[in-house]
């Protein structure tokens, strides 16, 4: 069965840390997303892949930066976490050129920054 | 400017009554829609998806949604709801040639009375 796992179901974590968030998928895919989830905002890009090195800004990659050194791995770093960075962080993955697939996402990392 | 409205926030059903979940989007270009589900604390799942063959398409645990053109909808139905069909759900709309383009659907809340 394909999956995205997400490394961190719940996380706690003080204000002005370092985070990160880390996200493997074992279908070989080209791309992967992150997104955050907010009540009454929906879902949200923050960052997105679509091969090893690369990233593209999304919609709010303020305070956010990512990584993605090996395919499988696609890492969210909060540079200096704030209260307004707590929310419900989703990573997800789709191949290349079959855009029609639709993403797999993992479980999601709930972010509390105190 | 493509965008995908749920027309309704919350639906309340009873349990073996059919389901109806709305959505309607704008897109300039030929879109790519799906339906994902969303259970209390998980990653989103892919329910099904439309990407121009059958304008009718069936998904898993019963579902299905039809691709209406002229009326810019695609709303999620199912004949009969089971308790464990209570979750969100998220009707999504990929544009752009890249297929990076994916716009959410605020979400809607089903409940299921049994």
Known sequence: ?114 | AQSVTQLDSHVSVSEGTPVLLRCNYSSSYSPSLFWYVQHPNKGLQLLLKYTSAATLVKGINGFEAEFKKSETSFHLTKPSAHMSDAAEYFCVVLVGAGGFKTIFGAGTRLFVKA
Not at chain 1, 12 to 27: A, P, Y
Not at chain 1, 74 to 84: G, P, Q
Request: net charge positive; with cysteine.
């Open chain 1, 1 to 114: 069965d394909v999956k995205v796992t997400q490394s961190s179901r719940y996380l706690v974590k003080r204000t002005g840390e370092k985070v990160f968030l880390e996200c493997v998928q074992d279908m070989d895919h080209e791309n992967m997303f992150w997104y955050r989830q907010d009540p009454g905002l929906g879902l949200r890009l923050i960052y997105f892949s679509y091969d090893v090195k690369m990233k593209e800004k999304g919609d709010i990659p303020e305070g956010y930066s990512v990584s993605r050194e090996k395919k499988e791995r696609f890492s969210l770093i909060l540079e200096s976490a704030s209260t307004n960075q707590t929310s419900m962080y989703l990573c997800a993955s789709s191949p290349p050129g079959r855009r029609n697939y639709g993403y797999t996402f993992g479980s999601g990392t709930r972010l509390t920054v105190v």
